[in-house]
């Protein structure tokens, strides 16, 4: 697996890369040699966030954990990401290493096995609207008076469907699909 360290707001050390390495060392066996790990640290007053991406075989998985050390919000990012994945080895099929995910589970799991959860997500609602053409800042101010975390739109200079979102820190994102 190839990794990528970067800081925001702090210069990522060496000792902290070589930690990152040997954690997510451990992911290799649920990922092919081309997988890509990106691990981001953002550093604020008394706390510090870690974000781990994994992308392999068309597939993203992301864990974010904050912690008073960056390191421990590392070690909790990575277990959660492995938790994901057992957790949804069903769906994942193909996209993970199956044989390694039940080695990991069988060694965890030795007295109890874990719980299975359904194969099936339970959708709630389903809703129907209008797409109308609008711009980002439009966007976002009607999905502030509507009380939303997101909206769906389609952008008025490029016909595309974009999707504006509230992020946990108060600033604002745009997914815009990939040609």
């Not at 954990?65 to 957790?87: C, F, G, P, Q």
Request: hydrophobic share 40%; proline share 3%; with cysteine.
């Amino acid at each position: 697996m190839k990794i990528a360290c970067t800081g925001r707001k702090v210069n990522v050390k060496d000792a902290f890369k070589l930690r990152a390495e040997k954690r997510l060392a451990k992911l290799d066996k649920f990922f092919s040699d081309s997988a890509q790990a990106q691990v981001t640290v953002t550093v604020e007053k008394d706390w510090q966030t870690v974000e781990v991406t994994v992308r392999d075989k068309g597939i993203a998985m992301r864990a974010e954990k904050s912690a008073d050390r960056m390191e421990d919000a590392l070690d909790a990012a990575v277990d959660l990401l492995t938790r994901r994945i057992v957790k949804n080895r069903k769906k994942l099929d193909d996209r993970v290493s199956q044989p390694a995910v039940e080695a990991y589970v069988e060694q965890q799991y030795l007295d109890e096995p874990p719980e299975e959860d359904d194969d099936v997500y339970h959708v709630t609602r389903e809703k129907h609207f209008p797409v109308k053409p609008c711009t980002v800042d439009e966007a976002i101010l009607e999905m502030n008076m509507l009380g939303h975390a997101f909206f769906l739109f389609r952008d008025a200079d490029t016909d595309e469907i974009h999707v504006v979102y509230r992020r946990k820190n108060g600033t604002y994102g745009v997914l815009v699909p990939e040609r």
